[in-house]
T-cell receptor, first 115, second 112 residues
Framework: GENVEQHPSTLSVQEGDSAVIKCTYS??????FPWYKQELGKRPQLIID?????GEKKDQRIAVTLNKTAKHFSLHITETQPEDSAVYFC??????????????FGQGTILTVHP | DAGVTQSPTHLIKTRGQQVTLRCSPK?????VSWYQQALGQGPQFIFQ???????QRGNFPDRFSGHQYPNYSSELNVNALLLGDSALYLC???????????FGPGTRLTVT
């Protein structure tokens, strides 16, 4: 089955710096890669996603890049703010077939932004 | 527009008991997926319901079962609870297997 590895497990940055979180996936048939932000005690919130026909997607201070050949994708947060502090999860979903709709998550990255 | 809702918020059960968790999908969504999130880990897929049928299942034992109603709401049932079943149970809704899945606030289950 699909396996998603996420690094680093913890990331500490100063306010205003950039943060990068990386994920690799095992199933070459995966075609959808969302990122979720989960604050303490709250639900995972979809913050950005990318599909396999796109190499990069941006939304204000966040961006995601995808390298299908290498089977890895990354989340980039620029000009970090203390409110960006949370646990970030990457996920992957296989296209069609019996795996339709199932998300496989990485282990999570605890991001701390120091004022 | 109501988002995904889950009940109850918290639940404490004893080993061997049974539990039922409930989920109402976001308005306009017809597919519900259930995930188990152990402390410090990413969510693990349990199963997905669409058109009142279980469409996919993750690596969970038969003690975990579910149901979807005609109004698209869903239940997760866990029988013969084990200490290891203690976790946050999340449901996520989507529209006919569309890419985006939106999560509810979860039910925190503690098994003692």
């Amino acid at each position: 089955g699909e396996n998603v590895e996420q690094h680093p497990s913890t990331l500490s940055v100063q306010e205003g710096d950039s943060a990068v979180i990386k994920c690799t996936y095992s199933d070459s048939a995966s075609n959808y890669f969302p990122w979720y932000k989960q604050e303490l005690g709250k639900r995972p919130q979809l913050i950005i996603d990318i599909r396999s026909n796109v190499g990069e997607k941006k939304d204000q201070r966040i961006a995601v890049t995808l390298n299908k050949t290498a089977k890895h994708f990354s989340l980039h947060i620029t000009e970090t703010q203390p409110e960006d502090s949370a646990v970030y999860f990457c996920a992957a979903r296989r296209a069609g077939g019996t795996s339709y709709g199932k998300l496989t998550f990485g282990q999570g990255t605890i991001l701390t932004v120091h004022p | 527009d109501a988002g995904v809702t889950q009940s109850p918020t918290h639940l404490i059960k004893t080993r061997g008991q049974q539990v039922t968790l409930r989920c109402s999908p976001k308005s306009g969504h017809d597919t519900v997926s259930w995930y188990q999130q152990a402390l410090g880990q990413g969510p693990q897929f349990i199963f997905q319901y669409y058109e009142e049928e279980e469409r996919q299942r993750g690596n969970f034992p038969d003690r975990f079962s579910g149901h979807q109603y005609p109004n698209y709401s869903s239940e997760l049932n866990v029988n013969a609870l084990l200490l290891g079943d203690s976790a946050l149970y999340l449901c996520a809704s989507s529209f006919r297997g569309a890419y985006e899945q939106y999560f509810g606030p979860g039910t925190r289950l503690t098994v003692t």
